[in-house]
Nanobody
């Protein structure tokens, strides 16, 4: 079992920045692939970014590439999502997820999910 708790969401103006954190507990964090997903009102959940267990491999959705950066600190069992140049369309509930294998955009490959943190970008 892995428990995930997101934090760092809030209200920010367009062009601003936020840093999301996801604290993990339970099974060995360093062996898990971590991902961030988001879901806007009346839209399906979509992939944002993912990172390998070592941190050496990352993937991003095209919509956030160059603006967002995922990282992890295995000693602190925490994964981060640095979000810069935020846009109104980034408004969503952001979820972190944990799984095994390689970083993937496929949500069904992640076994554990957090409760989510709201990010609202005002234009």
């Amino acid at each position: 079992q892995v428990q995930l708790v997101e934090s760092g969401g809030g209200l920010v103006q367009a062009g601003g920045s936020l840093r999301l954190s996801c604290a993990a507990s339970g099974r060995t964090f360093s062996s898990t692939v971590m991902g961030w997903f988001r879901q806007a009102p009346e839209k399906e959940r979509e992939f944002v970014a993912a990172i390998s267990w070592s941190g050496s491999s990352t993937i991003y959705a095209d919509s956030v590439k160059g603006r967002f950066m995922i990282s992890r600190n295995n000693a602190k069992t925490t994964v981060y999502l640095q979000m810069n140049s935020l846009k109104a369309e980034d408004t969503a509930v952001y979820y972190c997820a944990a799984g095994l294998g390689f970083p993937s955009y496929r949500s069904h490959l992640y076994d554990y999910w957090g409760q989510g943190t709201q990010v609202t970008v005002s234009s």
